[in-house]
């Protein structure tokens, strides 16, 4: 049963350009939640994917943007990226309530020069 | 912004040695769940206590939940070198069922052989 599969594992952008992240979920998981995690610091909620729909956001810009796809993977969109948006990208599966755990992915490393 | 508050921000032990780390929340909550990290890498989820039990146990690792102080441990006994990680305390909101994680900072554990 494969867990939570995310790609690229590290990426180098350069500030202003834009970033598209990917992640499959766990078998037989619909909700996808995405993670910013900074050096030093717990994962930030940025959004989940419920239905191919954004059901829930935290407080992050509009420059954060995503997709779910009918099959429930997933995309995590950065435009005009910035230095400070260099962190471990982090994606989470789970069931579609907050009673259940979260799986999470490996992660992909964001490095923004 | 940070729900969870870890407290000690990093333990130093011996193997064999037992670690008690200790987070505290601000709001009503559905669940807490304990999470490990590895070295920038992946969360690998430990256990999730409801709101309305008051202590759980999955192998060497024990929990405790007190919703009137808001707190919760987790107490990992006999450690070994292999528990060196940082261990993350994320609760939702209570009636935010959408099961967005609200992280601390974490505790940064160190077991020496």
């Known amino acids: 049963d494969a867990g939570v599969t995310q790609s690229p594992t590290h990426l180098i952008k350069t500030r202003g350009q834009q970033v598209t992240l990917r992640c499959s979920p766990k078998?037989?998981?619909?909700?996808v939640s995405w993670y910013q995690q900074a050096l030093g610091q717990g994962p930030q909620f940025i959004f989940q994917?419920?239905?191919?729909?954004?059901?829930q956001r935290g407080n992050f810009p509009d420059r954060f943007s995503g997709h779910q796809f009918p099959n429930y993977s997933s995309e995590l969109n950065v435009n005009a990226l910035l230095l400070g948006d260099s962190a471990l990208y982090l994606c989470?599966?789970?069931?579609?309530?907050?009673?259940?755990?979260?799986?999470f992915g490996p992660g992909t490393r964001l490095t923004v020069t | 912004s940070q729900q969870g508050e870890e407290d000690p921000q990093a333990l130093s032990i011996q193997e064999g040695e037992n670690a008690t780390m200790n987070c505290s929340y601000k709001?009503?909550?559905?669940?807490l769940q304990w999470y490990r990290q590895n070295s920038g890498r992946g969360l690998v989820h430990l256990i999730l206590?409801?709101?309305?039990?008051r202590e759980k146990h999955s192998g060497r690792l024990r929990v405790t939940l007190d919703t009137s102080k808001k707190s919760s441990s987790l107490l990992i006994t006999a450690s070994r070198a292999a528990d060196t990680a940082s261990y993350f305390c994320?609760?939702?909101?209570?009636?935010?069922?959408?099961?967005?994680?609200?992280f601390g900072k974490g505790t940064k554990l160190s077991v020496k052989p």
């Open positions: 206590i409801r709101s309305n039990e």
């Open positions: 078998s037989g998981h619909d909700t």
């Open positions: 994917y419920y239905e191919e729909e954004e059901r």
């Open positions: 994320a609760t939702d909101e209570d009636g935010g069922s959408q099961g967005n994680l609200i």
């Open positions: 989470a599966s789970s069931l579609p309530t907050g009673y259940y755990e979260q799986y």
């Open positions: 709001t009503s909550i559905n669940n």
